[in-house]
């Protein structure tokens, strides 16, 4: 792990003005950081319409700045990603932070929890579609 975070924004913010700070930020870290692939949570459409259109929304800014960047882009849902991190796809919410704290040796686990998430989500990938990790020298 290089970095952790989450690329936030003001709560009042139009939503079109949101969705452009969530792309510049996220461009930026691509540009930084370099990474080999994204790994995203596949969606799914729960009882909360106006939510699961949102976040389709912002997903889909971060999917159009990795494609821009040629970056292959991974999806693995929620159960996917606790039993890979944890080996039970039905742990709590306090169980992936925790193990994900204890797998990246981090002092505390990681804060806000979408970095959290995020986190948890990135040793999902590497556990299934392997990683280059061993072979940076």
Known sequence: MLHYGAVTTEAHTPFNERL?????????????YHPQAMAIEKLFFNTNQKTAIDVAQARGVLVLA????????????????????????????KQVQE??????????????????DALA??????HSAGSLIGSLG
Do not use: W
């Open 99 to 116: 193990m994900t704290r204890l797998l990246l040796n981090l002092e505390k686990i990681p804060k806000p929890d979408d970095a959290a």
């Open 20 to 32: 452009e700070t969530i792309y510049n930020g996220v461009l930026a870290l691509m540009q930084t």
């Open 66 to 93: 990795a494609q821009q960047n040629r970056i292959p882009i991974f999806e693995y849902t929620p159960l996917q990603v606790k039993q890979s991190v944890v080996g039970y796809g039905r742990a709590e919410k």
């Open 121 to 126: 989500m990135a040793i999902c990938h590497c």
